[in-house]
Every structure is written in C-alpha cells, then in structure tokens.
C-alpha cells in the first residue's frame, strides 16, 4: 500500500506536465483503478486522443492502446510498452473530466483484469456512444468487442456507469431526465458466439406534470383557483422542498424590485413555507375598478392572478429540473442500483403487473399480453376522448361515490350515461371501431375480471423467497427505505386508478348492456374504484414534517432560535430542508414493513383492505379502521373526506362523531351517539356492519 501510494503521488506530478501537451491530445480526460477491495495498484488512463494507458508503480507506462471509434472481436492483437500511434483518431475527445473508464475482475477468471472504455459519438449519431472491453493480462492490452449502445441513448450524455458481476450498468442524461440502461457483459472471446447487444431500459414512472394544459384541466373542476394550484404544488413528489424555497425566494426578490411600496406579505415572516407561498404568490394582483364605469374588473382580476400563479408554477418546474439533474450511479449492500441526482436520490426497481400496464399502454403505440387487450381497447377509448368530457365523467363518478346505493349500478351507469350525453360526445367512426375491436374478445366477462384482478390484486409471489432471506436480516426500518416504499405504493395506485377509470369508461360505452351483465361484478369494479380513489387521495396528502416534534429536551432552545432569527431576516443561508412526505410514509412508519421494497408496498396495501371490498353498498373493517388511524393521528381533514366515500354505517358513524368531537363540533357528535344508542347490541350486530 505504501508502494502504491507513492506511484499514485508521482502520478499525480506527473500528470500536468502530461496534460500541458493538450495541443497534442495528450491531456487525459479519465483515470480509473480497481475498486476497492482489493490489492491491485495498477492505474489506467485515458487521453484525449483515445490513447488508453496501463501504469505499474515501478515501470511507469508499460502498455498503450488506441482505441477507435468502433471494433469487433475479430483481430485482437496486443499492444505492449509506448509504441507508436499508428492511426490516430482525428476527432479528440472533450477536454472536461469524464466517467469513461472502469475496472473490474470477474469471479470466474481472477487472473484477468478488464478494461471497460466508453467512447461517445456525436450528436447526429443514432446511438450515444459505444463500449470496448479490453483484457488486462501479462502487461499487455487486448480487444475483446465492442458494445453499441441503444438507439434510445441517441442525443444523451453519458454521466456514470458501472459493472456489478457481469453486469453494466449506464446513467445517462436524457434531456435534464436520468435513464438507466442495463446489459450483460461478456468476457469470452468467442469469434464464433456473436450475439447483437440486448438493452434494457429504466426511467422514471410516468407522473402527471404541471405543465400549462394541465393547470388549465384543473381549473375546470369546481373551486377556488389559489387553492387548486397551491394544492397542486403542495402534492407529495411534485416540487422538493429545495424548489419550493428557491422559487419563493426568486418571487419575491422580483416582487420586491417593483416599483412603489412593497405589499405587507412581502415583508412578513410566515412559519411554514406552505403559508409563504400561499400568501405571497399573487399579493401584487388588485382588483381596481374601470375609470369610466367604476364597476369592478373581476375578469381583469382573475386573468392577472391566473398568469401569477402559472409563473410561479413555471418557475418551479425550471428550478426542479435543474434538481433533478442526473450525477453518479452507487449500488447497495445487496446490489440494489442507486441513482444520485443534484437534489433527490433514486433507487432501481422492479415494477409490477399495474406499473407496467400503464407504461405499455401510455406508448403510442402498445403492445400488451393477449390477455389484456381489453385494457388496450378501453385505453385507446378513454385517450381519444376530450380530456373536459373525462374529468366531468371523473366528477360524475365521485358523486355516485358518495351517495347512498338505492339502485341497481346498471340503472345508475345507464341513467349518468344519458345525462352525461356520452355517445354524442363520440365521433361516429371512433365507436364503431371500438364496437368492432370488443367484438374481437372472446369472452368480456372474463377480460374485465382479469382486468379487475390487475387493478386490485398483488402479485406478492414473485418476491416471496426473497422476502423470507430478508427478514432474516438485522431490522432497517430507516427513513430511507420507507420513502422509497411510499413513493412506489403511490406510483402503483396511480397507475391502478387510471386503469380504473378506463375500466369504468367501457362500463359507461356498454351503459344499454349492462342489464345482462353478472350485478355482482358491476358492484366490485365500482369497490375497487372507490378503494384506489381513497388510496389515492391519501397519498396526495403531505404529512406534518417529522421535525416539528423534537426529541431531546436541548433541541428546542437551539431549533426555536435558529427559526426565530430567520423570521426576523437575520440569516437568509437556508441550509436544511425537511423533504414533504405523503401520509402513506407516516402510515409505513407505523407498520414497520420496510423488508423488500416491491413486497413490503403489496403488503402494505393488502392491509388496509381497501381493495377487497365486494361492493361500495357496504363499509368492511378495514375501512373503518383506515379511517379511524387518520383520526388517530391528527388528521381530521383526510379522515373526513375518507369517511364521506363510505356509506353511513355504525362503524363509520361512530369514527365521524369522534371526529366531530376532535374538532370541536360535540352537538354534531351528540346527535350522531344518539343515532347509534341502539346498534351496538349482539356482536353479530357490529360484525355484520363493519
């Protein structure tokens, strides 16, 4: 180690006088060494001039390789000692510091240490790049093969790669966006066994984002313009907490550089940043009268508050996609691949049966198991119609959702398809193309039962012996593991509602066939909906921050003089940022459950029970219990709006008059106790109602 410390120290000396010969392409761009652990003290470099550099701590360069732009296995001849260049590349590679180099040894051949070079392409190629894979071996360089990358990295950058086992893993940045692209690795050469280069790619889930047609979809839902868009914002996942503080700040120094007096709000401390932002954004809009008529401008208003909030909401966006910048790739004990970006930290998963039925489905053009075409056909139908008609249809469905059950679901399905004029909504040669693709289904009844069980099931099975390896681990219940386990869980019911609700649009198209439809069915999808709603409004909640309860007794002295000193303007350096969590990472905290990530989220949502409901006529234990762990907790808002999907049985009634008691509200909850002074009798009273 002290021999190789020092070769590293003349090294390093000697790499300026190296890289002052840059006119010459002689200035390295990447330097890399084995991996820890290990005892190898070899250093390889790479030149701007494609030269690939082997260094031994006494010999100093003992090999030289040029590498071109592309090569295959046939002809690997070594290149020994500082031989000279006899084709040199034309094209240099950029002089900025890169990840192009990697060093590794497989289990099978130790002997051998492999060199792992990426070489990029210009930006008109149809790939981003190409890897050679050269054998280290009795100080000599050998070709083994080049690996193309996938057309999908055309126009990206290359940020990192690594090699676990025989694995390569590659980060690359897709316009401000991480992509992460896998491919095994072969270390055989083998003229003969040629086979083309098997990509396979990851990015993140599909997420709806804030962009102008969206904000203009939200506002055509009832309700007050500031308070959509602020909640909006506010969702667990949109906006960090960083983007949300950087962005106020740019708005209000902009605000503040206006002419004439400053507004109050701006020169006001808030105590939570939700409470700056509501007060801030849009306190520069007025509501004047017209100097000829003195009546008062309400559209002038409106437009004007309308443009502020999109500002501001633009700016965030700009701000959090610097965030979320692609940097480094890391790996975790047991393998798992992370993904380190400017401001958040990601993690490689797998998906399961919803997540990737909504991905297949979202591409222009799907191509899904035969046995769910259906959910093909139903998301062909719900994509081609106006996005207005389907929220007013989404709408539609909330209301039936919370109201009492008084009529069979195909008297109901029938009655809100002619209201809502559904067929008119539909081009003529659009729903004889649907008619004619349900027709190709062989049995409807079993697809949209298969469908069902995609929406409400979990195909825990799969993980099932990796689970049992893993509980006999030490317990990791860390802060990490559960926002990981959150975001997947919303990521999954995100995908399950929109599955749904294209479901319930087929319901909708075949409004004058239900009547010959099994009712039991039509009251499942109809469970199953309303379970995957409240599922995902209770994600779309953030949690109170963890950091509001101290605890230590000395924490809050120095917290509560940190805070009072930045409300009085002393120090504008906001260093700490607390993340914004969903409910479901606090309702995980409770569990425990952290043991397997894609095990632990179908766990989790196997036990609310708020998919296994049959029919939305009746409020199971689950249900109830979901509700009364929100009312436990302190938030009474959610637990309201969740109790207002069920229907008023004792068990419902009796969570909402503790709630009305948590908040104040005894004459409502004295009334609702009254109204329950005769069920709680035999216990097969209260089981039959829970």
């Known amino acids: ?52 550099r082997f260094w031994k701590a006494k010999l100093g360069c003992v090999a030289t390789k040029t590498l071109s732009l592309s090569f295959s296995t046939r002809g690997s001849t070594p290149v020994t000692g500082t031989s000279a260049i006899d084709a040199k590349p034309h094209v240099l590679l950029d002089a900025e510091h890169q990840t192009l180099l990697r060093v590794f040894t497989t289990n099978s051949n130790e002997e051998h240490i492999y060199v792992l070079v990426f070489i990029p392409t210009s930006s008109s190629s149809t790939s981003g790049g190409s890897f050679q894979l ?8 050998y070709e083994i093969r080049s690996i193309e990358c996938s057309k999908k990295s055309a126009h990206c950058h290359l940020q990192d790669f690594m090699v676990i086992g025989t694995t390569l893993y590659t980060l690359w940045d897709r316009q401000g966006q991480s992509m992460v692209e896998t491919t095994p690795i072969r270390t055989e050469l083998n003229e003969q066994d040629f086979h083309p280069t098997l990509w396979q790619s990851a990015s993140y889930a599909q997420e709806s984002e804030l962009t102008p047609a969206y904000l203009e979809e939200l506002l055509l839902s009832p309700g007050s313009l500031t308070d959509k868009f602020f909640e909006a914002i506010m969702r667990p996942g949109i906006f960090s907490t960083l983007t949300l503080r950087t962005a106020i700040d740019q708005y209000t120094g902009a605000c ?85 970006e400017r401001e ?94 349900l027709q190709r289904v062989d049995d409807i009844d079993g697809a949209t039962r298969t469908a069902l ?67 039991s069915l039509l009251a499942e999808i109809f469970a199953v909906f309303r379970g995957v709603a409240m599922l995902r409004f209770v994600a779309r909640q953030p949690a109170r921050n963890s950091s509001d309860v101290l605890a230590t007794d000395d924490a809050p002295m120095a917290d509560d003089v940190i805070s009072r000193l930045r409300n009085m303007q002393v120090s504008r350096n906001r260093t700490h940022f607390t993340p914004t969590h969903s409910l479901i990472h606090l309702l995980l905290a409770q569990s425990g459950d952290t043991h397997g990530l894609l095990g632990a989220a179908h766990r989790f949502l196997d036990a609310t029970g708020l998919l296994q409901s049959v029919s939305p006529a009746y409020a199971t234990k689950f249900e109830v219990l979901f509700c009364e762990r ?54 097969l009273v209260l089981e039959f109602y829970f």
Not at 459 to 475: H, S
């Open 1 to 52: 180690m002290v021999q190789y410390g020092s070769f590293l120290s003349s090294l390093t000396a000697f790499l300026p006088t190296l890289n002052s010969g840059a006119s010459n392409g002689l200035e390295i761009v990447s330097i890399a060494t084995h991996p820890w652990p290990t005892d190898i003290g070899h250093i390889w470099t790479l030149s701007r001039d494609r030269n690939l």
């Open 134 to 141: 050269l054998d280290t071996f009795a100080d000599q360089l």
């Open 256 to 340: 503040l550089s206006l002419p004439g007096p400053p507004p109050p709000q701006l020169m006001t401390a808030y105590a939570t940043l939700g409470e700056n932002i509501a007060a801030v954004v849009g306190c520069t809009v007025n509501l004047v009268r017209d100097s000829h008529t003195g009546a008062l401008q309400h559209a002038k208003y409106w437009n004007a508050l309308k443009r502020d909030w999109e500002g501001f909401i633009a700016r965030c966006r700009e701000v959090e996609r610097s965030a979320r910048w692609p940097l480094v790739l890391g790996a975790q004990d047991q393998g798992d691949i992370i993904i380190v």
């Open 344 to 437: 958040r930290v990601g993690s490689l998963v797998a998906e399961d049966l919803p997540i990737r039925l909504h991905r297949l489905l979202a591409k222009d053009h799907p191509h899904v198991e035969a046995q769910y075409d259906l959910l093909d056909i139903l998301w062909s139908l719900r994509t081609k119609l106006d996005p207005r008609f389907m929220l007013n249809l989404e709408n539609r469905l909330v209301d039936i959702m919370h109201q009492e059950i008084a009529f069979s679901f195909a008297d109901i399905l029938q009655d809100q398809a002619r209201r809502s004029k559904f067929r008119d909504e539909m081009d003529e040669g659009l729903a004889s193309w649907i008619i004619g693709r």
């Open 453 to 519: 069980d995609v929406i409400g099931g979990f195909d825990m099975g799969i993980k099932r012996e990796e689970d049992e390896v893993e509980l006999l681990l030490p317990l990791t219940n860390s802060d990490w593991s559960r926002a990981l386990t959150a975001t997947y869980i919303t990521t999954t019911v995100n995908a399950r509602y929109e599955l749904c609700l294209s479901l319930i649009t087929l319901l909708f198209f075949l409004s004058d066939e239900l009547r010959q439809w099994d009712p």
């Open 630 to 683: 929100l009312r436990l907790l302190g938030y009474y808002d959610a637990a309201r709006e969740i109790l207002s999907w069920l229907p008023r049985t004792p068990g419902v009634t009796y969570v909402l008059a503790r709630l009305w008691l948590n908040v104040g509200r005894a004459d409502d909850a004295s009334y609702l106790m009254e109204k329950l002074a005769g069920s709680f009798g035999e216990p």
